[in-house]
């Protein structure tokens, strides 16, 4: 067979229904990690369904414990063909956030899989149960076509923790960095730019998330008897945390800010339209850096966002003055920016602005990180992707949220590929998360795609200095 055949067989795995029927049983599995009574679920989505089906195309897999007490295992797998061939490490996550049963239109159960026109709804059709079923659907129709032999090795790492922050999957790889040693990291998640636009990204933006409390230690008292007399924590909160960001949504702490963009990266996404499909929200104007599109201020810059404030209680309030008040905030953030001293970044600022008695927690953080977007796997990426369905391919220098690349770009050391079979109004994260079958289509024919063509040129660029080709 040739490369017009792979094709034909990943548009057949979509057309006779078998991508759906594998997606609509795993979908089936309420996979929450968010949940602690899911444990069992957890752990036999990763033998019943992971295991079972890699077996089924000749690899060897094992559960490993998860370094962190408490947390479900991860599945490590390898499919060995010949150590002296390019090796390829893959990943998912098999988790999702929790169904919120009763909140998705037309009494739609998150667990069962429901297609209206090109929508699949279910939980996990986007994230990511859809993107690894259709990487997996790929490797199966490659390996048809290549009679078996698919002139690589491949490995895979899945966990069921990334929806919790991925705890345990930097030290597997740490761990088991042996058992995954690779060429090229490889993977699917998150949205394209758009649903139409074929897209490789090529790390991610960072996140640092900081909760600002405020509280006298002085109780709630009657606003009446004691207003004007007694501090406000809301309204003391309420300036410290405008004093962060502008009404115009810019940054004011000077250590969060990113580096300026350099040309390379502007040139990259100097194309690109933000927002326009079904669905998505309505940009706003005059908000953000200003003086930058909204490709640079999404993929190049940094935000800091506001995502909670409490002090009292909205939804029942009572004439009292609040007892303490809370704001939670995510720095999102590019490569360059002194991340790691965020905290005191932050403390410096609201210590100058008077704001000393606003305690800061750090309750999160990932690195930001970026393949060299002239890396030659870039390449050979998006001209395999181009040859396979003829549409020009954007090239994201990183994703705008953040997933746990640094895993595989700096504990393996590995360059980093991911191409997303999802798209921004997908309600990932919310009621009535879906997928599109014209992108899960498109997404098998472009994974088979890759796969032949790694097959046939991965040789040349293989870094041996660095991890060795197919080392086991």
């Known amino acids: 067979m040739n490369r017009s055949d792979v094709l034909a067989l990943a548009a057949q795995y979509y057309d006779s229904g078998d991508l759906m029927a594998d997606l609509q049983r795993r979908v089936a599995c309420p996979t929450e990690s968010q949940n602690p009574q899911r444990q069992p679920e957890l752990e036999q989505y990763l033998r019943d369904e992971i295991g079972v089906s890699l077996q089924g195309m000749g690899f060897e897999w094992q559960l490993v414990d998860n370094a962190q007490a408490g947390k479900p295992p991860l599945l490590l797998a390898r499919r060995m063909e010949d150590a002296s061939l390019p090796t390829i490490l893959m990943y998912g996550h098999g988790d999702v956030v929790n169904g919120q049963e009763g909140r998705w239109k037309q009494d739609r159960s998150p667990w069962q899989l429901t297609q209206h026109g090109d929508q699949w709804f279910g939980r996990g059709t986007a994230d990511n149960k859809g993107q690894h079923t259709i990487n997996l659907g790929a490797l199966a129709a490659t390996l048809r076509a290549r009679d078996g032999k698919l002139g690589l090795n491949i490995k895979m790492i899945f966990e069921m923790s990334e929806e919790i922050g991925s705890p345990g999957l930097l030290e597997a790889c740490v761990e088991h960095a042996d058992y995954l ?31 600002l409390t405020l509280n006298p230690d002085n109780g709630a008292h009657h606003a009446g008897n004691w207003g004007g007399v007694l501090l406000n924590p809301g309204l003391v909160l309420a300036h410290a945390v405008a004093s962060l960001v502008n009404a115009s949504g810019v940054i004011q702490v000077a250590g969060l800010r990113p580096p ?58 009572v004439g009292a003055i609040p007892a303490q008040a809370q704001a939670v905030f995510q720095l999102r953030f590019v490569v360059g920016t002194d991340w790691q001293q965020g905290q005191q970044h932050l403390r410096r600022h609201l210590d100058a602005h008077g704001f000393a008695a606003v305690q800061i927690t750090l309750e999160g953080s990932a690195p930001a990180t970026r393949l060299d977007p002239d890396d030659p796997w870039v390449a050979l990426a998006s001209a395999s992707m181009q040859a396979s369905l003829g549409k020009p391919v954007s090239i994201l220098p990183n994703l705008g949220g953040t997933i746990p690349n640094h895993c595989f770009s700096e504990a393996l050391g590995l360059p980093t590929l991911w191409m997303p079979h999802s798209y921004p109004s997908c309600s990932q994260h919310a009621p009535d998360e879906h997928l599109l079958g ?35």
């Open 438 to 472: 014209s992108v899960a289509r498109e997404g098998v024919q472009l994974m088979a795609g890759l796969l032949w063509d790694l097959g046939e040129q991965a040789q040349p660029l293989c870094r041996r200095q660095d991890i060795g080709v197919g080392a086991v």
């Open 260 to 317: 300026a963009i350099s040309e390379r990266v502007r040139a990259l996404i100097s194309d690109f339209n933000i927002g326009g499909d079904a669905g998505d929200p309505a940009l706003a104007d005059g908000w953000g850096e200003p003086g930058l599109s909204a490709a640079e201020r999404l993929f190049a810059w940094n935000t800091l966002e506001l995502i909670a404030f409490e002090t009292g209680n909205a939804a029942r309030p």
């Open 181 to 211: 040693r690779a060429d090229l990291f490889l993977a699917s998640d998150g949205p394209r730019l758009a649903a139409t636009h074929p897209t490789l990204f090529l790390g991610s933006r960072g996140a640092l998330q900081l909760r």
